[in-house]
């Protein structure tokens, strides 16, 4: 007989007999499920995190912001600088032959939120004129763009369905004055933050603000960056530096990222080992329940290769429900699901690789779980069957 | 007692199952204690956080500056015992990717008491920054990061710019203080050398700290301060540190109900594997534990002699595992600084070892109780 056939037999054995041990085989997979289950929500949520954050970030646009400022909230730059950085080269040039560098301001306040009143702090930034040309990914959902020199607000559709006041037409007592809103917006793929639109020198006015925060510039291709970069080096005097907007994104998620990769790492992997325990225990109960059927497989000529193979096949194959179980059970509780640590909201996203990732994981556990009951399945001696018999 | 050493040989009947449900068992609750540990944790070292000081801030972040002439303003309000205030410039250290922050004070003797959960400073220290005008004290992370030592001068370059329209700071460090936040990149400064060496919003402060006689009436006179200013240009938002503590971890509520779900899909699976584990063997034991009926054990010594069993190996698996969550607990650290394991999360971990126990051992222990001697002796 050959080895294939061999292992295919005993698969089909092993297979048919496995009704008979219900309560291991639902051990396997309760928790294989279980471990899936958690690695894939916490993937999940990294995944929704990163997805809302980066979806608009553009290789080719890069934020200007002064040296050694940790956000660009944090970052202050002169009204004089901005046509400077405009003359430097590698900066994409509109129909009119300007350069896209449009200075930015934000500051952020509270208003109250439509779920229980209490709290919650919003954006209100400000463009420069023409600011389309640097966020092509901006689309009005309703509504009109603000006037420059009017107290005129657009809201990103998340504002006006958080909090309360944000809806066009509504005026909003700011900065000594009433604001209206003018109209809603989207920022391409994602919702992002939950943010409120002006004129920049509108806005710096009525804050009493004499400076920018950040300038934001438009590369005329991604290559660029570091011509850009070497330029504004290269003058000490500007102070401030350029950062692909990727990186600044980046920065701003760290301790999102940090804290979920921590919990997915550190718990994934305990729980797999756990899961991992608990199938080693299963299959050791199941391979001598078995010994006597075993030993007499052996006796008539299976060869120990096949009985170790077919062993560890078992144990994928019972991992395998597990990790679809869990990873659907997390697909059904929190796809979608809006989690907002950090006062940061995303929604997670369950998507193919981490499914991938999660069976790779699920096919490890049963891998290593199924090693030491297979070997210890091959060692029955033979006089064991014909002892018994 | 005499049937301890039957309970005994029990337990290590198959030692490598035993041993895998123990680590199994030692594993969840390691788990158990870290997570349990990192969600009680905060909120105690929530609950410590002081009520009777308050934070003032501008209400708009990022807008104009508050002036620092509201400090007079602001200490008569009713209630208010002392106030004092803080502004800050951002710098960087040799290269542009060593941020430092400043603190600038007013250095006067509220430094001593008044943050206490944020920092501890000397008195000898705070009067050294009062006799330099330029004086800086540091945080030993500083000497460890820098090696920046007492008596050293430091030059820092900062977008906040001097009147003669250079950004570089100089500052001689003549003291050290504590930090006890996340970021001990913070050196503090004199704010009367920031406000009159900077260019731009001289007069200004980032914001005050307000200590109040009696906690109980912070929301009160936080209400009270901002209603004040609510007509100036000046606009307040005044709130306790331990109310924005609170609202901060509030903004964790959704982490609060992933560890809940993580540690109940923890506990499912090990009652399952444990209860599973459990049946398999009483499986096997039929014949024993037949004998041990026909010998004259009653059906609830038999009950009791399982569930003893189960429980004590499940039980010192759970406390060694929250043993290893404790050695482990300071790894955590860097996630959430400033936090100790509480002891509680010990006893609830025992608590739910035991039920774990319990319910894992119910099934198996009743059907090894309501065994038929006859039946089972004769391996049916």
């Known amino acids: 007989m050959n080895y294939f056939k061999q292992v295919a037999g005993l698969v089909r054995i092993n297979i048919t007999t496995l009704p008979q041990r219900w309560t291991l085989f639902a051990t396997v997979v309760i928790g294989v499920a279980c471990a899936v289950g958690v690695l894939v929500s916490l993937l999940a949520m990294g995944a929704g995190a990163r997805q809302e954050a ?31 950085i405009g003359d430097l080269p590698g900066i994409r040039r509109n129909s009119a032959g300007e350069p896209i560098a449009l200075p930015q301001a934000q500051v952020s306040m509270d208003a109250i939120k439509k779920a229980d009143g209490g709290p919650m702090s919003f954006v209100l930034g400000g463009d420069g004129p023409n600011f389309l040309e640097d966020l092509p990914e901006f689309h009005l959902t309703s509504g009109r763009l603000f006037t420059p020199g009017l107290h005129e607000l657009v809201a990103s559709t998340k504002c006006a369905r958080q909090l309360e006041g944000f809806d066009v037409g509504d005026k ?66 500007f102070k401030v530096e350029a950062k692909r907007e990727r990186e600044v994104v980046e920065v701003s998620m760290k301790p999102l990222i940090g804290m979920l990769n921590f919990l997915t790492y550190f718990v994934g992997t305990i729980m797999a080992l756990a899961a991992t325990l608990g199938a080693v225990n299963s299959l050791y109960a199941i391979v001598d329940s078995r010994r006597r059927e075993l030993a007499t497989l052996r006796a008539i000529g299976f060869g120990n290769t096949s009985i170790v193979t077919s062993i560890l096949i078992e144990s994928i194959i019972l991992a395998m429900p597990g990790a679809l179980m869990g990873a659907v059970l997390a697909w059904l509780l929190f796809s979608g699901f809006a989690a907002s640590p950090f006062g940061f909201s995303f929604k997670l996203a369950v998507t193919l690789p981490i499914v991938g990732i999660a069976i790779g994981w699920a096919l490890a556990m049963g891998l290593v779980g199924g090693l030491l009951p297979a070997v210890r399945a091959a060692r029955i001696p033979v006089t064991f069957a014909l002892r018994a018999l | ?148 030592h007492v008596g050293d001068k430091i030059h820092l370059t900062s977008a906040t710019l001097q009147a003669n329209g250079s950004g570089n700071w100089t500052f001689d460090i003549v003291g050290n203080y504590v930090a006890h936040g996340e970021d001990p990149s913070v050196i503090i400064a004199n704010y009367a050398y920031l406000d009159e060496g900077r260019v731009r919003d001289k007069g200004t402060v980032r914001n005050f700290f307000v200590s109040i006689s009696d906690p109980h009436q912070a929301a009160a006179i936080s209400a009270s301060i901002d209603h004040r200013f609510t007509n100036s240009s000046n606009g307040t938002k005044t709130a306790s540190i331990r109310e924005i503590s609170q609202q901060a971890l509030q903004s964790l509520g959704d982490v609060d109900f992933l560890i809940h779900s993580i540690l109940s899909a923890v506990l499912v699976a090990l009652l399952f594997a444990v209860s599973t584990m459990l049946t398999q063997t009483i499986r096997e034991r039929i014949p024993e534990l037949a004998v041990l009926k026909t010998v004259g054990f009653s059906n609830r010594a038999l009950f009791i002699l399982v569930v003893v069993e189960v429980c004590w190996v499940c039980i010192v698996a759970a406390l060694l595992g929250l043993a290893v969550a404790i050695a482990v607990f300071p790894l955590a650290k860097n996630l959430a600084p400033g936090l100790s394991m509480p002891l509680s999360v010990l006893g609830v971990g025992a608590i739910a070892a035991c039920l774990v126990a319990l319910a894992g051992a119910a099934i198996p222990a009743m059907r090894a109780a309501r065994l038929p001697i006859v039946d089972a002796l004769a391996g049916r």
Not at chain 1, 205 to 231: C, E, H, Q, W
């Open chain 1, 172 to 237: 909003r007592p700011m900065a000594g004055g009433d604001w209206t809103v003018v109209g809603q917006f989207r920022m391409g793929s994602s919702e992002g933050i939950c943010m409120a639109l002006t004129d920049v020198d509108t806005l710096n006015s009525a804050f009493g603000r004499n400076s920018y925060n950040t300038i934001s510039v438009m590369l005329d291709s991604p290559g660029s960056f570091d011509l850009l970069a070497k330029a504004i080096q290269a003058n000490p005097a």
């Open chain 1, 54 to 84: 980066m979806g608009n970030v553009r290789e080719d646009r890069v934020t200007v912001m002064s040296i050694g400022a940790q956000s660009p909230m944090l970052s202050d730059i002169s009204r004089d600088a901005v046509p400077m």
């Open chain 2, 1 to 148: 007692m005499k049937y301890l050493p039957l309970i005994w040989s029990g337990i290590w009947r198959k030692p490598g199952r035993t041993i895998l449900i123990f680590l199994q068992v030692m594993i969840a609750f390691a788990l158990f204690g870290v997570l349990q540990g990192l969600r009680t944790g905060t909120q105690t070292a929530m609950a410590n956080i002081r009520a009777d000081v308050l934070f003032v801030r501008a209400a708009v972040r990022g807008g104009a500056a508050l002036p620092r002439a509201v400090l007079e303003p602001l200490r008569d309000v009713p209630g208010v015992r002392d106030v004092t205030f803080v502004d800050t410039l951002q710098g960087t250290y040799q290269k542009p990717n060593q941020s430092v922050f400043v603190l600038a004070i007013d250095a006067s003797p509220a430094w001593l008491t008044m943050l206490s959960d944020f920092m501890t400073v000397q008195k000898k220290d705070l009067d050294a920054l009062r006799d330099s005008r330029t004086g800086v004290l540091i945080d030993p992370f500083m000497t460890q990061k820098f090696g920046w």
